[in-house]
């Protein structure tokens, strides 16, 4: 039994140590990014981007509540153009909009976290011609309270996850 005490108070001690170091050594500031080279002009891929209902039909995140409610205001593919989501637990409910507009280029926009929390991020879709395709990336940009930074490698590594997979389907329906 002393045993089994001294290995939990040792596990106990390293995750403390860990989450100690972590809340004092790692930045607040988080950076995603993911690219992806798809067998289309920019041209098309822009289509797939240039609105948040365009950007919608790739989202990874739509998937987690088929009940989620969207409302679009705005227009299409123009600074200003947005949606509030309100869903369940797992998705929560926020805004985003379209900040800046590059045509065939870049998208940058912003999002607000309402639900589970309040939180802030920026984002960027940005497209380059790479040989008869394009390339595009995706990134996200956004900090963290200090009590969940040991949480990050784990955010990150979801973050990534989740690009990975909205670029995954983005490349396929441009491609069609």
């Given at each position: 039994?002393?045993?089994?005490?001294?290995?939990?108070?040792?596990?106990?001690?390293?995750?403390?140590a860990?989450?100690?170091?972590?809340?004092?050594?790692?930045?607040?500031?988080c950076?995603?990014?993911?690219?992806?080279?798809?067998?289309?002009?920019?041209?098309?891929?822009?289509q797939?981007?240039?609105s948040?209902?365009?950007?919608?039909t790739?989202?990874?995140w739509?998937?987690?509540?088929?009940?989620?409610?969207?409302?679009y205001?705005?227009?299409?593919?123009?600074v200003?153009d947005?949606y509030?989501w309100?869903?369940?637990?797992?998705?929560?409910?926020?805004?985003?909009?379209?900040?800046?507009?590059?045509?065939?280029e870049?998208v940058?926009?912003?999002?607000?976290?309402?639900k589970?929390?309040n939180?802030?991020?920026?984002?960027?879709?940005?497209?380059?011609?790479?040989?008869?395709g394009?390339?595009v990336?995706w990134?996200?940009?956004?900090?963290?309270?200090?009590?969940?930074?040991?949480m990050?490698?784990?955010?990150?590594?979801?973050?990534?996850?989740?690009?990975?997979?909205?670029?995954?389907?983005?490349?396929v329906?441009?491609?069609?």
């Amino acid at each position: 039994m002393k045993k089994f005490l001294k290995i939990i108070g040792v596990i106990l001690a390293i995750f403390i140590a860990y989450c100690a170091i972590m809340m004092l050594m790692v930045d607040r500031k988080c950076h995603n990014e993911q690219s992806i080279t798809i067998n289309a002009p920019k041209e098309k891929v822009w289509q797939n981007v240039n609105s948040m209902k365009a950007f919608n039909t790739w989202n990874p995140w739509m998937k987690y509540d088929p009940k989620l409610v969207v409302t679009y205001r705005g227009t299409a593919g123009e600074v200003g153009d947005g949606y509030h989501w309100k869903g369940n637990d797992e998705v929560g409910e926020g805004e985003q909009e379209i900040t800046a507009v590059v045509l065939n280029e870049k998208v940058a926009s912003k999002m607000h976290f309402i639900k589970p929390m309040n939180d802030t991020a920026t984002s960027d879709l940005l497209l380059a011609t790479e040989g008869s395709g394009t390339r595009v990336t995706w990134t996200i940009d956004y900090e963290i309270e200090t009590l969940y930074k040991p949480m990050k490698p784990m955010m990150t590594w979801q973050m990534n996850k989740s690009f990975s997979e909205g670029l995954e389907k983005l490349k396929v329906l441009s491609e069609k």
